[in-house]
């Protein structure tokens, strides 16, 4: 059974980490037997933008709905094209219209990195964050009025649906299910925003009437970002709407010094729309084009794509093969942000072979 | 020149850490020859509310606009009163209503506190966290439809106006200009919040224009809580919208291990109405009621109470104070939460005596 991957690199160090993500995918597919077939498209950059005057070509949803994953570099460029405008052409795009309406990160303290931490170990914190990524904050819904004048207004629309919020509820107690703590962690602020966020608190308390031995608790998220600081410890599956999702997202990374290496997964778990997988860095204009970005965070969305595919022991073994390389600790072969002098290539090639 | 300051202690721990902050009020009254009247109040706490069925009476707003300035200990009981009504009916009505629209947060590594940070020291991390304190996400605008059904949608809306936004961010800046690093960083999210945040945007580089000395950036949301914690040294003036400023005012004081003890100012600068000082910590049902609160939230936010009222020199002195008994370290004298073993009392006293 052939596996068709779409490959979309974007922009920035988005297009230097592909190839070692794709060069570890293949190592792992020739290891495991698994017949993976990649496409490459040019669109979904900035560049693109530029020339075109739109992010994706017009019949982007049906070049790629035929396929059986996206994984995905990285987009963004400011000073060529504003955040919102290549964001919402692209990656939410994709998020929206395929459904990908789970976005799932892990974020672990792995061997041989730092965390800013103080007296953290490996294995001190392991949780996943789930978070819902279709609808809540993140909307198209408002306008402006009094346009230009003192009195101008500015108003957006938080929209969550009964389905939406059941639906990645729903998700994150199985995935509590599998984990040996059985704990979930809603994130919340319903002392203050005082209409959806009481409703999620409502579907929480009545989706966990269905999942007994789930043990459930819930934070205003002001203080959960403080005890992901002063307790990471205490987390196993955390969920959060689109935005508390997104910040969580990118503070557990940096509790565990994973911020350039974690990876993500946009999940439409029925399968009607192709998944798809990226690293939870951006396209770092800052280093992009000195070939030192690091690979890992591709490399490790890789694993969770072969794990969607439902290939566990082959996305396994690309994390072992990750954190194999990075306890090795050779300067040579690690890049910089993780105390090396090495390049994209060197590490990369590094944990292809280690597969 | 009498100051009248009405009390309201509140719930929980908040009725253990006010007397002790006003025995270091009137200790430093008394030194600095400062003549404060204090008029306590019952009402804002849910005991009220379960007396009176609302969480303030009908004319609350005539009897407390008259005074200086409102000291406020901790509102919230989940057991006995939902935290949205709690809140809604006391604290933000206080914010709103008396156009308190700036809230004010010192992040500050101080000495004896263990910062979760590996490696910083006290120094390292002194920044301010300026939040908009009355619109944007914490809005009254909004509803459900198709209840109860599978339909059910619910929706609420950000508020953002030109007024609101310009004078926080005008308050921002004016503070940047009293520091020595001269910095201001906006936190945004306009990358994903694609009308809301967008407009931040723009009214900060409008209101920049005004103030060519200050250095200013910005951050998404979710970046820039994962910079408190990776690189708290590059921070001095914060900015943020009332969510945002929110989140970002719990996760500044735990990066300084300082959740339990930092305190906040929510201020009407014109003094058209009474502004209000209060801890940053909550009414902390699970240790109320034995006499272990760490009662220097209270008395911190009084010296930014005395600050305001025009008294800078009383209100270092009071913090003077705080870092004095911290640094002593005294067992016998701190509270268990930084690593002592006395009580709200003994550790209250000590600084009164400091002062
Ligand atoms: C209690 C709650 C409504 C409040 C807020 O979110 O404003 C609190 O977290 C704060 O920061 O003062
Ligand atoms: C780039 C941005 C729109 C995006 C988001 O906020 O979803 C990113 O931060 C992420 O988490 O994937």
Chains 1, 2 share one sequence.
Request: hydrophobic share 40%; glycine share 10%; charged share 25%.
């Amino acid at each position: 059974m052939t596996h068709r991957i779409a490959i979309i690199a974007g922009d920035g160090i988005g297009t230097e980490v592909m190839p070692e993500g794709i060069r570890a995918l293949e190592a792992t597919a020739k290891r495991f037997n698994i017949d993976l077939e990649f496409t490459t498209f040019e669109f979904g950059s900035c560049d693109y933008y530029l020339e075109h005057g739109k992010m994706l070509p017009d019949d982007w949803f049906e070049q790629l709905k035929g396929f059986d994953a996206l994984f995905y570099g990285a987009v963004g460029w400011p000073d060529k094209v504003p955040d919102h405008i290549s964001l919402w052409g692209s990656l939410l795009q994709f998020r929206r219209r395929f459904d990908q309406y789970i976005n799932l990160r892990p974020c672990k303290l792995m061997p041989g990195i730092k965390s800013p931490l103080a007296g953290r170990e490996p294995g001190d914190i392991d949780f996943y964050v789930v978070r819902e990524n279709t609808e809540g904050e993140y909307s198209s819904v408002g306008g402006k009025m009094f346009e230009g004048t003192d009195r101008e207004v500015v108003i957006q629309d938080t929209v969550m649906t009964r389905t939406g919020v059941d639906r990645v509820l729903k998700y994150a107690f199985e995935l509590a299910q599998t984990r040996p703590r059985k704990k979930l962690t809603s994130a919340t602020k319903s002392n203050g925003i005082s209409i959806t966020m009481p409703y999620w608190d409502e579907r929480v308390v009545e989706m966990a009437k269905g999942y007994p031995e789930i043990a459930v608790d819930k934070f205003h998220i002001d203080i959960l970002t403080a005890n992901f600081v002063l307790h990471p410890d205490w987390f196993d599956v955390v969920v959060g709407s689109n935005l508390f999702g997104d910040i969580l997202s990118d503070l557990g990374p940096a509790c565990t010094g994973t911020i350039g290496i974690a990876p993500s997964a946009n999940i439409n778990p029925e399968g009607h729309f192709p998944s798809l997988f990226e690293p939870v860095h951006g396209s770092a204009p800052d280093i992009a084009g000195k070939g030192i970005a690091n690979p890992i965070g591709q490399i490790w969305s890789g694993a969770m794509m072969l794990e969607h595919l439902g290939y566990k022991e082959a996305g396994d073994a690309m994390v072992t093969a990750i954190e194999e390389v990075l306890s090795e600790g050779d300067a040579t072969v690690l890049t910089r942000d993780v105390g090396g002098e090495g390049t994209t290539a060197s590490l990369g090639k590094a944990i292809a072979d280690a597969i």
